[in-house]
């Protein structure tokens, strides 16, 4: 469940950015960021690097494995923010969403309505450009 949670996650672009203003002096990818210079970080664009996530429009929750993701870098996946600045309530947020979502799943099948497409609308938070029909059915 927590593959297919953090595979959503990516595949999604729930937060296509985050932003903060640097504490100190440093050196990022080989440029001085001045203490004080606000930097955006593209999660949406990061969690999107083919050279990162292999085909990375397709949806495959092994990625997520742990076999697989001791290869990648430390910062290649930052669903909630990343470092210092993390989002406190994520641990939460994941223990929720695991919890619901492992019961939701267990009890019915979920399906989109025939013919539907679902269109992202990008901003602080990525949400769908109009309603998503399911058909719900309860598991036998």
């Known amino acids: 469940m927590q593959q297919v949670i953090?595979?959503?996650?990516?595949?999604?672009?729930?937060?296509?950015?985050?932003?903060r203003?640097?504490?100190?002096?440093?050196i990022i990818g080989g440029h001085e960021i001045a203490a004080g210079t606000p930097v955006i970080l593209a999660l949406g664009c990061l969690h999107h690097r083919e050279d990162l996530w292999p085909e990375p429009t397709k949806f495959d929750p092994?990625?997520?494995?742990?076999?697989?993701m001791r290869h990648k870098p430390r910062y290649s996946f930052?669903?909630?923010?990343?470092?210092?600045r993390k989002c406190p309530g994520c641990r939460?947020?994941?223990?929720?969403?695991?919890?619901?979502?492992?019961?939701?799943?267990?009890?019915f099948e979920f399906d989109l309505v025939p013919g539907q497409e679902v269109t992202p609308m990008l901003g602080l938070v990525t949400q769908p450009a109009d309603?998503?029909?399911l058909t719900v059915k309860k598991r036998n």
Request: charged residues 25%.
């Open 6 to 19: 953090n595979e959503t996650l990516r595949c999604s672009q729930l937060a296509p950015f985050a932003a």
């Open 21 to 26: 203003v640097k504490d100190t002096d440093e």
């Open 62 to 68: 092994d990625r997520f494995s742990e076999e697989n």
């Open 78 to 84: 930052l669903p909630f923010g990343g470092t210092g």
């Open 92 to 107: 939460l947020a994941m223990t929720e969403a695991v919890s619901v979502l492992s019961v939701l799943v267990r009890k």
């Open 131 to 133: 309603e998503i029909w």
